[in-house]
């Protein structure tokens, strides 16, 4: 997290707002959902993405319209992001060196 959004995702606006999106979504990826593959969540991603310069503003920053809960993977594509582990069959992980994340 960056360090001036911090104040942000602590607090009680952000948690609720977070929180109605993750219950909207059922917890399940919507990209991967609209792929037709079932994916669990593991966050809510500001599709706007959130800056220092918009922050306060809550049209993109508490706005569930630009909010979609995502998986890891489709979280690190966003923000385009390579995956630095892999998982194996019995959900062993592995990192990776770096440079060589999956894109």
Known sequence: MKRWAERFYKS???QRCREYVW?????????????GIITPGSTVH???????ENINDEAVS??????????????AAAHKNPRR????????????PPGTGEE
């Open 12 to 14: 009680k606006r952000w």
């Open 62 to 75: 508490l706005n569930p319209d630009n909010l979609v809960t995502v998986c890891m993977d489709c979280h």
């Open 85 to 96: 582990y892999t998982v194996d069959e019995l959900g062993r992980v592995s990192v990776l």
């Open 23 to 35: 219950q909207r979504d059922k917890g399940l990826c919507q990209i991967c959902l609209n792929k």
């Open 46 to 52: 500001h599709i706007i993405e959130l800056t220092q």
